[in-house]
């Protein structure tokens, strides 16, 4: 580990002697997965709004970059094309347009929202956070702001603080923004993932439910033994920013990601469905992370939801991390698959490990 060479380092110092520094490698069955009910107020989705940069990065386009074709890409992982950033931009830019956008999908204006939360895999820097630019450049000038790190599982968290917040009265209206420049994190010399990851944000205002719909059950998780499962920089145990690490990129073990994911989808997502009291009968929609089709349709065999019960559009944005539920839930309303009364169930997997399940009736 490199140190700063300004400071003395004494015996007691914290060395990673002191942490444990083996991976206990879980089996996928054995993750602590956990759910429960919802109480109180009923909180929903007002408005949505998504935000992709312009530039588009097809397959033929990576294949002139790496090894890689847009048969192994399509038949791996489904996706077809991501969009990409311009170089330079901040993660907290694109927040601030979906942002723009579900505010006037919900009717809402800025000086009503109480709370912004910003969740990101890509934040811009420790401080100030992503989420005061954009309570700045919005004018939510009433809201308090935060940002949060659950890698693809923020938005999710997200939406679950904005459900408990608006159930215990402390507020009426709550901002949630995944915003993502991935294609910075990325090494673009590694086929195995420089191909699966986009830039993109999607924003979510949530309120109290009007018309009997809302929030029906939480299904919520993590296990840091598998931290080192999908993680940022090869000097990771530390973190990439304390062990100085001058050039970190996403790594991650591609096949276990795999298991860990059809795994938390089917328990979590069961889990969220039975706290709910919804059988997969009953179900309308799910709406999956879009990390790759293989997975999500895995999963959905496994717990015997039928295809066209099953949104995906992967092969628009490839894997967005926080983004890709808001860009999942918008594309499905837009092609008129998510109405009012119908019961959905999201589901997110990601880095940390973290994991997120949510039963809705959409309002
Ligand atoms: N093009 C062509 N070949 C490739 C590519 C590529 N882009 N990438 C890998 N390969 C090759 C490998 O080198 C390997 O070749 P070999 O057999 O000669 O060694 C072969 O394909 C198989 O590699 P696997 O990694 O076993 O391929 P797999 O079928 O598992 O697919 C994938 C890889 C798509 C990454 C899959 O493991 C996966 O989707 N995992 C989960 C990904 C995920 O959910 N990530 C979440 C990240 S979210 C976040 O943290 C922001």
């Known amino acids: 580990m490199q140190r700063d060479p300004r400071i003395g380092h004494d015996e007691g110092d914290l060395t990673l002697t002191a942490l444990r520094t083996e991976v206990a490698h879980t089996h996928p069955s054995r993750l602590p997965i956990r759910a429960f009910p919802t109480r109180g107020v009923h909180s929903v989705i007002a408005g949505i709004g998504t935000y992709a940069p312009e530039r588009v990065l097809t397959n033929a386009d990576l294949e002139k970059i790496v090894d890689t074709s847009d048969g192994w890409i399509t038949e791996r992982t489904g996706m077809k094309e991501r969009h990409i950033a311009q ?50 450049q919005l004018g939510l000038t009433n809201a308090w702001a935060f940002d949060l790190l659950a890698a693809c599982t923020g938005l999710l968290y997200e939406l679950q603080i904005a459900d408990v917040m608006i159930a215990a009265g402390r507020a009426r ?11 910075r994190l990325l090494d673009w010399t590694d086929r195995s993932t420089c191909v699966l990851l986009g830039d993109a944000a999607g924003a979510l205002v949530v309120r109290a439910a009007e018309h009997g719909g809302g929030f029906r059950s939480w299904s919520l998780g ?50 969220a469905l039975d706290a709910a009291g919804v059988t997969v009968d009953q179900l309308d929609l799910f709406v999956p992370h879009q990390a790759n089709r293989r997975i999500i349709e895995a999963a959905a065999r496994r717990a015997g939801i039928p295809e066209q019960k099953v949104f995906i559009n992967i092969e628009r944005y490839g894997n967005t991390s926080t983004a890709t539920v808001p860009l999942a839930l918008y594309d499905a309303r837009e092609q008129g698959r998510l109405k009012p009364g119908m019961k959905v169930l999201m589901s997110t997997f990601a880095s940390g490990l973290t994991w997120a399940s949510t039963v809705m009736e959409w309002e």
């Open 87 to 136: 170089a330079g931009t901040a993660s907290w830019e694109l927040g601030v347009h979906a942002g723009e956008r579900a505010l006037a999908d919900a009717g809402v204006a800025p000086e009503e929202v109480d709370l912004v939360m910003v969740a990101s895999s890509a934040p811009d820097a420790p401080f100030p956070s992503m989420a005061c630019r954009v309570q700045e």
């Open 173 to 183: 209206t709550v901002l949630v923004i995944g915003a993502e420049v991935l294609s």
């Open 222 to 271: 993590a296990d840091g033994r598998e931290w080192d499962l999908l993680r940022f920089g090869e000097r990771a145990q530390t973190g990439a920013y304390a062990a100085g690490d001058p050039n970190p990129h996403f790594i991650m073990r591609g096949p276990e990601t795999f298991k860990f994911a059809v795994e938390c989808f089917t328990r979590s997502g069961q889990a």
